[in-house]
C-alpha cells in the first residue's frame, strides 16, 4: 500500500515538464539536483532553530526589553472560582449578558463582579509586552540574517536581474550548495513557526498566519521537488525586504518610541505594498505564469506552484488593506493607531464609566461641574453651604 501510494505520489508526469523524466534528473560526480529527501533536514533544523530562540529570548531579548524600559502592565488578578474557571475553559471566555446573569445566581455574586472576573481573565491570558518583545527582536533577528544571505547568495546570479533566466535550460538546472543551504534555512524558519505558533502571540489575523505558514512550507518545499529553485529564491527575498521593517517597528512601539515608531511604519508600509503589490506580481506571478510557457507546456506542477502563489497574492491584498486603513487613519488623526491585528486589553475603566452612566440616570452627577466650585446658587441669590449634597435629583440641606 505504501510502495503504491508512494509511487504514484512521485509520477514525473506532477513534478517535471512534459518529456523529462527522473532518469534525466540523475546525479552525477559534477552535477547535482534537489533531492526531495533533503528536505527531511528542515525538521531538526527547525527544532534546533526553536532551542535557539529560547536561548535568544532569555539570555539577550529579555534583558534588553528591561534596559530598554520596557515594564509589564501590573493586571489584577480574578479571584479564585472553580465555577467560573469551569466555565471559561469548557465553554466562552467572554459570555453573554444572560450567560452572566445565570453565573451570578450560581455563585451568588453580582453580575458585576461576574463580568469583571471574565475581564480580568481574559486579561491574565493576555501576553505581556515582554512577550512581544522578545517575539519581535528574534524575528527582526532571523529577517535581518536571511535577507542579507539571499542578497549575498543572489547577488551574482543572472535572474535576479534578468527574469527570463529563471527558466533557462529547465529542469535540468543544477543545485548550487549556497541555494541548498538558503533554502533550507528559511524551510526551517517557516517549520519552527509552525512548532511554536501554540506559544507565540496570537493576533487577530490567526487563522490568515496558518494559511500562510502553510502555503509557505508547501511553496518551498514542492518548489525544490520540481526544481523551482530559482523563482523560490526570488519569492523568500521578496518577502523578507519588508519583514526587516515591521518588526523594528513593533519594538519601538514596545519602547513607547511613538515618533520612530510611526516614521519606521510609514517605511514598513510602502516596501510593503511596492514589494508585495507591484514587484511580487510582476517578478514572481507574471514570470511564472507567462514567461515559463516559453519553455514548456504547462502541466500539474505548474498549475499547482501558481495556485500557491496566488493564495500568498491573496493574503498580500488582505494585509495590505489593513496597512492602507492605518496608514489613512495616520495621515487624517496624526497618530498611529494600534496594530489591528492585535487583541486590545480591557480595562476596569469599563465598569467605571458604566457606574457613572447609571449615576447620571439617577441624576446624581447632574450638578457636579457646578459643585466643583463650592458654589451653588439657590433661587439666583442664596449660595449653599459645602454641607448641601444632591439625592434623587433634588437640592437638599441637611
Not at 85 to 97: I, L, Q, T, V
Not at 213 to 227: K, R
Not at 241 to 258: G, H, Q, R
Not at 298 to 317: E, R, S
Request: charged share 25%; glycine share 2%; hydrophobic share 40%.
Amino acid at each position: 500500500m505504501a510502495r503504491s501510494l508512494n509511487e504514484w505520489l512521485w509520477q514525473h508526469e506532477f513534478w517535471l515538464p512534459p518529456g523529462i523524466t527522473w532518469e534525466d534528473m540523475q546525479e552525477s560526480e559534477d552535477v547535482h539536483y534537489p533531492q526531495p529527501r533533503d528536505l527531511l533536514l528542515s525538521i531538526p533544523f527547525a527544532l534546533t532553530l526553536v532551542a535557539i530562540r529560547c536561548a535568544f529570548e532569555r539570555a539577550i531579548a529579555l534583558p534588553l526589553s528591561s534596559k530598554l524600559g520596557v515594564r509589564d502592565k501590573q493586571r489584577p488578578k480574578a479571584q479564585p472560582n472553580p465555577m467560573l474557571e469551569a466555565f471559561y475553559s469548557r465553554r466562552c471566555k467572554k459570555p453573554e449578558e444572560g450567560e452572566l446573569i445565570s453565573l451570578a445566581k450560581q455563585c451568588d455574586l453580582p453580575v458585576r463582579k461576574v463580568e469583571r472576573w471574565f475581564r480580568r481573565r481574559r486579561n491574565t491570558d493576555r501576553p505581556s509586552l515582554s512577550k512581544k518583545f522578545c517575539e519581535a527582536c528574534w524575528r527582526f533577528t532571523f529577517y535581518i540574517i536571511s535577507f542579507f544571505t539571499g542578497l549575498a547568495v543572489l547577488y551574482d546570479k543572472p535572474w535576479l536581474w534578468d527574469h527570463r533566466e529563471c527558466w533557462t535550460g529547465y529542469p535540468q538546472q543544477p543545485l548550487q550548495p549556497s541555494l541548498f543551504w538558503y533554502y533550507l534555512l528559511e524551510l526551517s524558519f517557516y517549520w519552527s513557526l509552525v512548532f511554536t505558533l501554540p506559544f507565540d502571540v496570537k493576533r487577530k489575523d490567526f487563522k490568515e498566519q496558518i494559511v500562510h505558514h502553510a502555503a509557505t512550507i508547501f511553496l518551498i518545499s514542492f518548489s525544490y521537488c520540481a526544481n523551482y529553485i530559482r523563482i523560490g529564491t526570488l519569492v523568500m527575498v521578496i518577502h523578507d525586504a519588508s519583514d526587516c521593517f515591521l518588526e523594528p517597528t513593533k519594538i519601538f512601539n514596545y519602547m513607547k518610541w511613538k515618533k520612530t515608531c510611526d516614521s519606521l511604519f510609514m517605511i514598513f508600509s510602502a516596501v510593503f505594498l511596492i514589494s508585495r503589490l507591484v514587484i511580487f506580481p510582476y517578478t514572481v506571478l507574471y514570470n511564472t505564469y507567462y514567461y515559463s510557457m516559453e519553455i514548456f507546456q504547462p502541466f500539474f506542477g505548474y498549475y499547482f506552484v501558481n495556485a500557491l502563489l496566488v493564495i500568498l497574492q491573496l493574503l498580500h491584498v488582505f494585509w495590505s488593506c489593513l496597512i492602507i486603513h492605518m496608514v489613512y487613519k495616520f495621515i487624517i488623526q496624526g497618530t498611529m493607531e494600534k496594530d489591528m491585528r492585535s487583541d486590545t486589553e480591557e480595562s476596569d475603566k469599563d465598569e467605571e464609566r458604566e457606574k457613572i452612566r447609571e449615576k447620571e440616570k439617577n441624576g446624581i452627577t447632574c450638578f457636579s461641574n457646578v459643585t466643583s466650585n463650592n458654589y451653588i446658587q439657590r433661587n439666583g441669590t442664596e449660595p449653599l453651604n459645602n454641607r448641601t449634597h444632591v439625592t434623587n435629583g433634588h437640592v437638599k440641606e441637611r
